[in-house]
């Protein structure tokens, strides 16, 4: 048994088949990249799976759970979104403190979780700043912050690094992978940029028009890719 076991999501917003039947076994720890063009149906994948979005059809099993219907704050899991989400009117700890506030954590005890977490993600002496002050990679940072706090079960990013310049976005990448590896924690992250699924994944699933084409290791992706070019 796979610790995510994704099987036949079927999904329609009125006549538009968004999802088409996808499945797909991760095991934990995977980092797996979600890679295709633009209205293919990644974002709507994501929401399914973190139930901020219902399905049609299919389950959606975590850790041996059937969560298909669990509603999104019981299933535990971590969300990163492209545009920058923090509340603007909030320091960066206020932010990190949010989540844990509606998990009712005592305050002293949100303060350790919060340094450790700031820590993780190298922003420590920024605890007092507002989101206005920070580069877009910081804010980014806050809101991966943010999503790892609880140490969910899961961690989806939907192309959180297409907002931020391409100098920074390397970085970025090899932090993002850094503190997954640390953390081992399952990850799906979305991308349309094809090397920086390549760079980051251990697989990498091609989605287009609402299915899945193939599933491969960066390695084999780079060799069937190379042999179509030659
Ligand atoms: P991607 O993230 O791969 O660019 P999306 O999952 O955002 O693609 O969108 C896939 C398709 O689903 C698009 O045709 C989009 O218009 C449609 N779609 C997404 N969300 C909604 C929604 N809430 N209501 C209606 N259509 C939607
Ligand atoms: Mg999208």
Do not use: W
Not at 59 to 84: C, H, K, S, W
Not at 136 to 161: H, M, N, Y
């Amino acid at each position: 048994m796979s610790y995510m076991e994704i099987s036949n999501i079927e999904k329609s917003f009125d006549k538009n088949e968004v999802l088409k039947g996808i499945s797909l076994n991760i095991e934990q720890g995977e980092f797996v990249s979600l890679l295709g063009p633009s209205g293919c149906g990644k974002s709507t994948l994501l929401r399914c799976l973190s139930g901020l979005e219902t399905i049609d059809k299919g389950t959606f099993v975590l850790d041996r759970n059937d969560v298909t219907e669990t509603p999104a704050q019981n299933r535990n899991i971590g969300m990163v979104f492209q545009q920058y989400s923090l509340f603007p009117n909030m320091t960066v700890e206020e932010n990190l403190s949010f989540p844990l506030t509606i998990q009712k954590m005592p305050k002293a005890d949100q303060k350790a979780k919060i340094d450790d977490v700031l820590n993780i993600v190298g922003l420590t002496d920024k605890k007092k700043a507002y989101p206005g002050n920070l580069s877009g990679g910081q804010q980014q940072r806050v809101a991966l912050a943010r999503a790892i706090i609880s140490r969910p079960k899961v961690l989806l990013l939907d192309e959180p690094l297409s907002a931020i310049d391409a100098k920074l976005r390397k970085n970025l990448q090899i932090e993002i992978r850094r503190i997954q590896q640390e953390l081992n924690i399952t990850t799906i992250f979305v991308t349309h940029d094809q090397d920086e699924a390549m760079s980051m994944s251990d697989r990498i699933c091609l989605l287009n028009d609402g299915r899945i084409e193939q599933v491969s290791s960066p390695i084999e992706l780079y060799t069937k890719l190379s042999l179509i070019h030659i």
